[in-house]
């Protein structure tokens, strides 16, 4: 026990450092989210009796399919850094389980397992003396699961067959759970199915409720799951290592074309980059395809525009991959990285979402407008925002070459990865909605639309990080060479503007939305259907030569208010 | 003549600490400039600020007398640089990187392909064909990179700790290209830790402690009739009493 206390501490202590800066917010924002989520889960157990149990197999799943979807799980405490101390395997597995208990996302488990004892309580003396030991087993066989799926899915990325089956089959179960409504029609469900009882994650219910064998069931799952993680654990030593067949020559001519077959290389020899791929291309395929067991096909179309959602998420830190690789960019400033890097992400994804657009679309037989409007502008879209997030969001990466045994941790701040991957699926939504509208009220209209968008966000998007790595280069490389944002956050520059441009900015950005939402873009819309007179919208109170006009006018002025506000916070640059 | 570095008041703050604290460094052209220091003293910080790595808190850097932050097409062009410890396209074999890297460049394809194949042969990276730089050992990532900072044939080399982990066959290799380097007209500054080297190799020498130049000029200046370790430690070594021993390790 001596050492897994030692550990826990080391891990303390290590957590305490780590947590300054943009991942202290970004942990505190998890922190708030996970408890919002847990006093959600504690109160089902005020409820019906079936609800909870769902609730924990919810949680069950987040801990397997969160590290496997971005981050790979905690990793404050590598296993690597104790190789040399020569401790049995499974004396280190149970030393890093107590240390895993240190930490944001078990103390919130721990708070969402408080229902256990909630429902202990409403039970009995005895029911509620079960619960306490029933949450202890039951975060443990969380955390054990997930370790395990882990370490699974790490084995699995040495080789490429397992990097690509393990995408297969963890972007099925994602989709299968996003699309889980299929399977209650299926089984004519109407409530909980029954099974969330028997998963491992209601073995802690079943005990508190006076089935008594379940929480021998917990312990010794508990104790099978550690076994098997210091068996893995054994397993880890060393890198990924990729294949070294033969090599295709460099072909390229040009700087552009060297950037593209760089990053094409990179697609098609990492094999954390393939299993992304896969998992990308796996979750649209099935999340589409899932409603065919109903007989129902009209999702099967969209297979491809949800691959291109998923695949920039997958790829939100393209930049922060990379690591200080960024130096040689720095250094080339006549090459432009930012191009490259876009025409290769097209040339990974277009293709294959292309292929399945269509393929699927033929099968189902339409709506061919709506479709192949979205494609152009998703595929712009995401390879606009890839690049774009990646600079201005960068989430500081572990250098490729100094990563341990996990090849999914890329970097240390896997809560900021997570949100980054979330920013980027909303984002790319967006940028699909113009083209999606005007497909749906005037036709074929909308793929017009969708080129235009696509390309617009492909150059501009590019442009604008392109900007950015000219003006803030030196700082993203120090960013990544530390590990850490520099302080000087947007809180601290705003603290040192004078009151006069503080009460401005609080204006600009607090009351910019009135004039460019409901008075400007909304007013309009309600105009353009006819629907005058309408509560406070002013610009359908005017006469008709002006209503567009007064629209156009609020909504410049809404423009102008957030820019003024950007204006005047962002810093004058000291060069 | 035009310096083919001149630093001058460079500073960086990080934190609260001052890590470069308005060093002047003046590298005359055709010069083998060795910066010598202690771990921690502003090597690397300083060197990155002089090639626009790191933006600087205050001061200037010039390479042959083009501007590092105004200017930084045409300085970049005129230097090649071994940063310590960064990440390389890792997933490329090292002809790859020489390859992508020529062309970012913007060398023609055939120059390209002929001084990587020299390159390659001279550093004797030429076995590992089809490694990946990330299977590299640590010598073979020094030596990759100081492939790419050769590459298109700089006028000034910036190289920081070039012989850490290198063997010693492939550090005489390296010792040789570089002194034809400097013989054809070409300046470099080094950064080491290593006294014998930098007096095996340098002509200038200059001593950073604690983010300031403790000396500089030429070798003989710094040094005078002792060695360049004596005068070192006399510049920055312990002022107050001798090396304590660990006692409990001899039985």
Known sequence: MAVALTMARMKVAMLRHAFHGTRAQ???????????LAAGTVYLAFTDPDLPAAGYAVWLLGWILGPIFMGGGDETLRPEYFSLLGLPPRRL???LLVSAFVGVAPLVS??????????????????????VPA???????????SKVSVAVVGLALRTRPGAIASGVLNGAILAALGQIWVFF???????????????????????VRGEWWALGALALLALLLLGAWAALLSRRAGAARPSTRGRRPMRAATANGAIVAKELRTWSRDLVRNHQLTFALSYGVCFAASPLILGWAGMLPYAGPIFIVMAAAMTANLYGTDGTALWLTLLTPSASDVRGRQLAWLSAHAPVAIVLTVAFTAVTGGPWPLILALLPALLGGAAGLVPLVSVYGLVPGTDPHRRAGNPLRTSEDDGGLTGLAYLMLALVLLTGAPAALAALRYGWAGLAVGVVTGVLCYWGFGLLTERRLRSHGPELLDVMRTGHKPRTTVKSRFEQLSKTQKTIAWWCFGFGAIPLVPQGIVAAVFVADGMLRHSWFLATYMPPGLRYPVAAAFAALGLAMYGTGVWVVTPRSSR | MTPALEISRLTKRFGGKLAVDAIDLSV?????????GQNGAGKTTTLSMAVGLLRPDDGSARIFGEDVWSAPERAKAMVGVLPDGLAMPERLTGREVLTYLGLLRGLDKEVVARRAEDLLAVLELDGAEKTLVIEYSTGMR??????????????????DEPFEAVDPVSAATIKTILRGFVAGGGSIVLSSHVMALVEQLCDHVAVIDRGTVAAAGTLDEVRGARSLEETFVELV???????????????
Do not use: C
């Open chain 1, 185 to 207: 029609v299926v089984f004519g469900q109407t409530g909980v199915p029954a099974a969330v009882w028997y998963l491992p994650s209601g073995w802690g219910l079943l005990a």
């Open chain 2, 28 to 36: 005359p052209p055709g010069s083998f400039f060795g910066l010598v």
């Open chain 1, 93 to 95: 597995a149970a030393g």
């Open chain 1, 110 to 131: 721990l708070t969402a397992l408080l229902g256990l004892l909630v429902a202990g309580v409403r039970l009995g003396v005895a029911n509620a003396l079960v619960a």
């Open chain 1, 26 to 36: 970004t942990a505190g924002t998890g922190a708030a989210l996970g408890a919002l």
């Open chain 2, 142 to 159: 020094k030596k990759i990179g100081l492939a790419t900072a050769l590459l298109h044939a700089p006028r000034l080399l910036v190289l």
């Open chain 1, 135 to 145: 949450m202890v087993l039951q975060l443990a066989v969380f955390v054990l699961l």
């Open chain 2, 237 to 251: 070594g312990e002022r107050d009493s001798g090396v304590k021993e660990l006692s409990w390790l001899s039985r």
